[in-house]
């Protein structure tokens, strides 16, 4: 159910023509003068380089990023890093026009100093995926969860309806393992950091615990919560203590818990929702954040098991709650360059790992942000360690909210509604930024790429669509699931996307 634009109409045509016919009149000429220029980190609002003065011809944002480059000392082509420029006069990017508009207009003038905010951006760039390398079947109920390992693209992981979680060599297109064991649906699929185990929760109340190298369970079912496993949620790598990984567990029976993954045991039962618990997530700093259907979120000490604040705001059904760190923990110490760059040491790693968290808080000033997505059609954005209250109450979905993602910089929010919809959002200040409008259907999940350039999403009308964050413009439509798709990913190295749903059929897709 791909979205098919009509044949234009014949006034559409006669209204082409006659544009076509009119003479184009040459661009305005650019006024002289020089303008004084100071750039700053949009983040922090630190100085970067000396004031320089610009003409006004030259005020382009190529122009801007090489001065920027050299004005820092990057002079080699290879230390150049991309920048992206935002308004000095006002609000959104970086524009030539309208600083020339504000000369002739005599609101702005050449004698006052221009303070341009600018960020760099990844130095990496990700191809928005064109087509499907491989549809392939295998499961026998609809995919309802999909992720990739946090080290290669080549593997994914999927939870089905059929009892199994699965894990496809997405290099040649099939099914590597499955992972039997579960009675129940298999609702939640999570890798751990370093790559080593996945955790699978299911609606038959147990969490398992696979080898993702040969598709082998890791002893027995870990049992202990009542009702079914909602959400997974692994400890970050720079916090673990060597040799004893864990992760949390959400479930309806309104508790989480903490598990040893290697003597599968509960190490604490964190209780006091008073409804289900819709999603877990485990910071960077040793705190745990669940959402739950009580209408509260509340933030845990991990290693005490103790209950720190609990985030009421919400009219409804808190369904998903993402952090601005999201990227980063769930790699670990794996980086777009890949296998070469991984430290030989646990210590290196461990090193590498608390270096790229540090890296992602530092525009927040060492802080992690929260943002709540609910069924009261609106999110909430968080600094949970400052305050018990919110920093900004997002609204703008017409119907409820699904999902919610950061992206891997930390410098968007995104978030999918039953509206058809995807808005995106600053997550400075949580300020509206474009509504990606495309989609015929409610959108159930939506993943960024690792540079933060796209987003995708997937819909109930069969569809994926790839976006162009910084445009809102739609890059990719992508048509082939046969039915509605549940669960999408992109993959960490940017390589490729994963999807599955109501088809039963994982679809593989690439640039």
């Known amino acids: ?89 006002g609000d959104g990017e970086f524009n030539q026009e309208q600083i ?9 003038t050449t004698e006052l100093q221009l303070d341009i905010p600018c960020r760099a951006e990844a130095v990496f760039k990700v191809k928005a995926v064109t087509r499907c390398s491989a549809s392939i079947s295998g499961h026998g109920e609809s995919i309802l969860a999909t992720a990739f390992s946090p080290a290669t693209s080549s593997r994914l992981a999927t939870g089905a309806g059929d009892k199994t979680a699965r894990i496809w060599d997405c290099e040649t297109g099939t099914p590597m393992h499955t992972l039997k064991g579960h009675t129940g649906w298999v609702l939640a699929v999570a890798w751990s950091p370093d790559n080593g185990m996945l955790a699978t929760g299911s609606m038959d109340n147990t969490v398992r ?60 039962a964190l209780t006091g929702h008073k409804g289900c618990v819709s999603c877990v997530k485990w910071g960077g700093t040793g705190q745990i954040y669940s959402a739950s259907h009580d209408r509260s979120v509340k933030v845990w000490d991990a290693s005490k098991g103790t209950l720190l604040q609990t985030l009421n705001a919400h009219a409804h059904w808190v369904n998903h709650l993402a952090l601005s760190t999201d990227f980063v923990l769930r790699t670990g110490y794996h980086d777009y360059k890949g296998k070469r760059e991984v430290p030989e040491t646990v210590d290196g790693k461990r090193r590498k790992a608390k270096e790229r968290y540090d890296a992602a808080t530092a525009g927040a000033g060492g802080i992690e942000r929260l943002v709540t997505a609910s069924d009261d059609c609106t999110m909430y954005l968080w600094e949970p360690s400052r305050s018990a209250k919110p920093l900004q109450r997002m609204i703008g979905h017409q119907k409820q909210v699904n999902h919610v993602t950061f992206s891997g910089d930390g410098v968007l929010i995104a978030s999918a509604g039953f509206d ?14 474009n509504t990606l409008r495309g989609h015929v259907g409610p959108v159930y999940q939506c993943a960024f790429s690792p540079d933060s350039r796209l987003l995708v999403s997937a819909s109930k009308d069969t569809t994926l669509k790839a976006w162009d964050v910084k445009t809102g413009k739609l890059a990719e439509n992508l048509p082939g699931h046969q039915d509605e798709v549940f669960a999408v990913d992109w993959a960490p190295d940017g390589e490729r996307v994963g999807s599955g749903g109501q088809d039963k059929a994982v679809r593989i897709w690439r640039n």
């Open 209 to 268: 615990l696979w080898d993702p190298a040969t598709g082998e369970a890791l002893g027995g079912p870990l049992k202990g919560h009542t009702k079914w496993i909602t959400s997974l949620s692994w400890e970050p790598y720079h916090l673990r203590e060597p040799g004893r990984p864990r992760f949390a567990s959400a479930s309806r029976d309104y508790t989480i818990r903490i598990w040893d993954a290697v003597s599968k045991h509960t190490d604490m």
């Open 420 to 433: 058809n919809h995807i808005k995106l959002w600053q997550a400075r200040d949580g300020k509206f930024l």
């Open 100 to 108: 020339v508009k504000a000369y002739l207009d005599g609101t702005a």
């Open 1 to 89: 159910m791909a979205t098919v634009l009509p044949p234009p109409s014949k006034r559409q045509k006669t209204a082409a023509a006659t544009r076509a016919r009119e003479p184009v009149s040459p661009p305005p000429r650019t006024p002289e003068g020089l303008q004084r220029i100071q750039f700053r980190d949009a983040d922090t609002g630190a100085a970067q380089g000396p004031v320089v003065s610009v003409s006004l011809a030259d005020l382009t944002s190529k122009n801007l990023s090489l001065l920027l480059n050299s004005l820092l000392g990057h002079t080699e082509p290879d230390d150049r890093l991309p920048y992206r420029f935002y308004n000095p006069l």
